[in-house]
């Protein structure tokens, strides 16, 4: 998947949508991808969250989906989506410690590819929201390519990067260093606590995308300005 700053998303995606066969898949890219000098103030975003069944997404799949549109000023929690999906690959009981979703609760949950429509039309013509990008992006795409034998790009505003960028400078990384210090968490619930923010409840799919977008608002609020291009943030 090509990635990167200096991507042209815009093009990328009107190439995809060319390319694209799935009608859902090609009606995402269709409706395009906002321009990367619009200011942040002016984008539509939603913060999105997958709990899983492991960390690789040739091994393990998605279990869960939340999702909560929003902008930098606003989170709009009646738009917001959960849904548990029944796991393609085995549940691990490592996993199910850590999400607490069980066999049980998976037992009569739908399978990935009846959502697959409604998940894209709530993602198309927004910028995508979340907290350490590997995730979000590897499991949709792989989820996607088994199910429609084609994957998905687009591009990410990565809060844990964001939060990388500010905590994790070579001049703190020096002092760290010296002083004897581990660097700072970019944990998502670490990251909230640097800008006050109330603590939620861990790895439930919706209260994680909110609180991934909650930490999108104070950043921009401490670190950025209404007009900084949408290039500055996105990935």
């Known amino acids: 998947m090509p990635q990167g700053k200096r991507l042209d998303w ?5 190439f995809l949508a060319e390319a694209s066969k799935h009608p859902s898949l090609k009606a995402f890219y269709q409706h395009g991808v906002v321009a990367a000098s619009t200011p942040i103030a002016d984008v539509s975003l939603v913060a999105l969250d997958f709990e899983t069944t492991g960390l690789d997404p040739r091994r393990d799949s998605i279990v869960s989906i939340g999702l909560v549109p929003m902008t ?9 989506r959960h849904w548990v999906i029944k796991p393609e690959t085995r ?8 999400h607490g979703i069980t066999h049980s609760v998976v037992e ?13 039309a709530h993602l198309q013509g927004k910028t995508v929201v979340v907290h350490y990008s ?9 989820a996607l390519m088994r199910h429609i034998q084609e994957g998905i790009e687009f591009p990410v505003i990565d809060t844990m990067e964001i939060e990388a960028r500010y905590t ?5 990384t020096l002092w760290n260093g010296l002083m004897g210090r581990q660097p700072s968490s970019i944990r998502l619930t670490d990251s909230r606590t640097r800008y006050h923010l109330p ?3 861990q790895h439930h799919a919706l209260t994680d995308a909110l609180a991934c977008g909650e930490l999108l608002q104070a950043q ?3 670190h950025f300005t209404p007009s900084t291009p949408l290039s500055a943030l996105w990935s």
Do not use: K
């Open 220 to 222: 921009c609020a401490t």
């Open 91 to 98: 549940l691990h009981s490592s996993s199910v410690m850590i």
């Open 199 to 201: 603590y939620y409840r």
């Open 108 to 120: 009569d949950a739908p399978e990935f590819s009846t959502i697959i429509d409604t998940l894209l």
């Open 10 to 14: 815009s093009s990328r995606f009107a």
């Open 168 to 172: 994790r400078t070579w001049r703190q």
């Open 72 to 80: 930098i000023s606003r989170i709009r929690c009646n738009g917001a």
């Open 134 to 142: 590997a995730i979000e992006r590897r499991f949709l795409h792989a």
